[in-house]
């Protein structure tokens, strides 16, 4: 069989799968669709004869992308979307979290060391709140949380002013944990710095506030939400990490794959920080500044740190379903 | 899924389940700044229109919310407006599709949710430092490092077109004596079928290789290849 003569007697063939996987695309019911992929088949046969015999580009290519296109329609990954997301909660992301344990650590120890650090020798001498937080950051400090100030409450009493808040903390708060996570690129520097740059920060606040302002109004504001927002933004920086570390030691692969295996591997941490970086926002926005006593606050942001706790322990170390 | 070795094109093959192999077409780096430029404008536009939507709904709703309503949007555009059009039907942005670019991962299917956002915000990174993005000029299949660790591509989405006019049917078929390969039958034949674009002397250089096979040299060679080329389309 020459060229033209298999274009001729396969031409309405291809025209028809062709039709076909277009109906398929536009999301269209396709009349006759069960036989989808056995025409595919057929034309995946058709394009490594026409490849083997070499019967030249235009039939060549053009058998090409019909194969791509139907390969795309009929490998269409469909899942149920409530369904997965369930499962990523109770299981794939705790247990994506066990599994990097040693990063976990290496995380947490570069946050909280600096933070330590930094409060500590913020309470020996202010001039460390000076080089950290500067002139301006002390005394927007001091309007929040300063002796004479007036409370975080007072500040939302007006209209929307919480939902705007919340906003806020959407936009800056998850945009940094995406960042902290590209950071992990520049051979994980990026993510480190971020680390190690919001530890001393904190560090810092905690070590002013409680030296030259009022605690309490810094305690009372800050606990419902600090646990989403520390453990969130430590998870995503595992994930930063692990890209870093994927270009240092790529171990038995290349450094492409390891790449690679570091994007997939590191995906349910990004994804699972950055829904606990909302869910921080939300706590913020919309709890945090409510006018409750200091002693209800600081009840409800210890009992979100122990369920923090019981979830990354215990959660999803059985497996449900088949 | 296998990778070959490296080739000279930038034909990507992938080999699929059903037991062939299909290429991608791999788009260079050059384009995709430009798509990505045109992106930015279109965000650009599409934050612009948003502004004057929210003050008009500001007017309504108080300022507090308005700001609000727009701090979300510019979270939603600044990090997912990539994001959401890679993973919709047309499987590229507006300024890729515009260059008939599309994002696949390595197979030639769509990108999932998880792929787009770790090629996306790469990106981000990855501009911090000028010399990164370029990595993806010295790249077999020109991807960079966040396509790299997506496992995700940038391919032509539709099938090249070739300007080519096929040559002169010769008058008489000419028997091919000796057994010839499949690239050297493939050869003659693709030569039928380019060479009404070349000048004359442009075909009589390229028939005088082959001296061999048609014993002949100058336009006398031309004329008996295609008559070569002819025997071969099974006209005898």
């Known amino acids: 069989m020459n060229r033209q003569e298999f274009e001729r007697k396969n031409a309405t063939k291809w025209r028809a799968f062709e039709l076909k996987v277009q109906a398929a695309e536009k999301r269209q019911n396709v009349t006759g669709g069960e036989e989808l992929p056995s025409t595919f088949r057929k034309v995946c046969y058709d394009l490594s004869l026409a490849q083997y015999r070499m019967f030249g580009h235009r039939i060549c290519d053009h058998l090409n992308a019909l194969a791509i296109r139907g390969y795309r329609v009929i490998h269409r990954k469909r899942g149920v979307f409530g369904a997965r997301a369930l499962q990523f909660c109770l299981s794939t992301f705790p247990r994506a979290v066990r599994t990097e344990w040693k990063l976990a650590c290496v995380v947490s120890l570069v946050f909280w060391l600096p933070l330590f650090v930094m409060w500590w020798l913020t309470g020996k001498d202010l001039i460390w709140a000076q080089a950290i937080l500067g002139s301006e950051g002390m005394s927007s400090l001091e309007g929040m949380y300063g002796k004479g100030a007036d409370t975080v409450e007072h500040l939302r009493s007006e209209h929307g002013s919480n939902f705007m808040m919340f906003a806020h903390y959407i936009q800056n708060n998850v945009g940094i944990d995406f960042r902290l996570f590209a950071g992990g690129i520049l051979f994980g520097i990026g993510t480190l710095f971020f680390l190690i740059y919001n530890g001393f920060h904190f560090g810092a606040v905690v070590g002013y506030v409680t030296a030259a302002g009022d605690p309490e109004k810094l305690w009372r504001f800050v606990a419902g939400h600090s646990s989403f927002e520390i453990l969130g933004m430590l998870v995503v920086g595992m994930a930063g990490l692990k890209l870093g570390f994927a270009l240092l030691a790529p171990g038995q692969l290349s450094r492409s794959q390891a790449l690679s295996k570091a994007g997939r591997d590191g995906l349910p941490l990004l994804i699972g920080g950055a829904l606990m970086t909302a869910l921080a926002a939300v706590v913020e926005g919309f709890w945090s500044a409510q006018p409750f006593p200091a002693k209800v606050k600081y009840l409800v942001g210890i009992c979100f740190w122990m369920l923090h706790v019981v979830y990354f322990v215990f959660a999803g170390r059985r497996s449900y379903g088949a | ?236």
């Not at chain 2, 780096?29 to 003050?55: K, N, Q, S």
């Not at chain 2, 308005?66 to 997912?80: E, H």
């Not at chain 2, 790469?122 to 997506?150: C, K, N, S, W, Y």
Request: hydrophobic residues 50%.
């Open chain 2, 1 to 236: 899924m296998a990778i070959p070795a490296r080739r000279i094109d930038t034909l990507q093959s992938v080999e699929l389940a059903e037991g062939m192999e299909i290429h991608l077409r791999a788009a260079g780096p050059f384009l995709r700044f430009i798509a990505y430029f045109l992106d930015l404008i279109f965000e650009g536009l599409i934050l612009l229109v948003l502004v004057f939507t929210i003050g008009i709904i500001g007017s309504v709703l108080g300022a507090n919310v308005a700001t609000g309503v727009y701090y979300l949007l510019y979270f939603f555009i600044w990090w997912f407006y990539h994001v959401f059009f890679e993973i919709s039907r047309w499987g590229a942005t507006p300024g890729k599709r515009i260059f008939g670019l599309r994002v696949v991962d390595e197979a030639g299917g769509a990108v999932t949710l998880g792929q787009s956002m770790i090629r996306n915000f790469l990106r981000g990174m990855e501009i911090v430092t000028p010399f990164v993005p370029l990595v993806a000029f010295f790249h077999p299949r020109f991807q960079r490092l966040g396509d790299l660790a997506a496992g995700s591509l940038v391919v032509y989405s539709k099938p090249r077109v070739e300007y080519s006019v096929a040559g002169p049917s010769a008058m008489v078929s000419v028997p091919v004596t000796c057994a010839l390969t499949r690239e050297e039958e493939a050869a003659i034949l693709s030569f039928r079928y380019r060479s009404g674009g070349w000048s004359e002397a442009r075909r009589v250089e390229l028939t005088n290789h082959l001296q061999p096979l048609t014993g002949e040299v100058g336009p006398k060679g031309v004329n008996k290849l295609l008559g070569m080329a002819r025997w071969l389309e099974g006209q005898r």
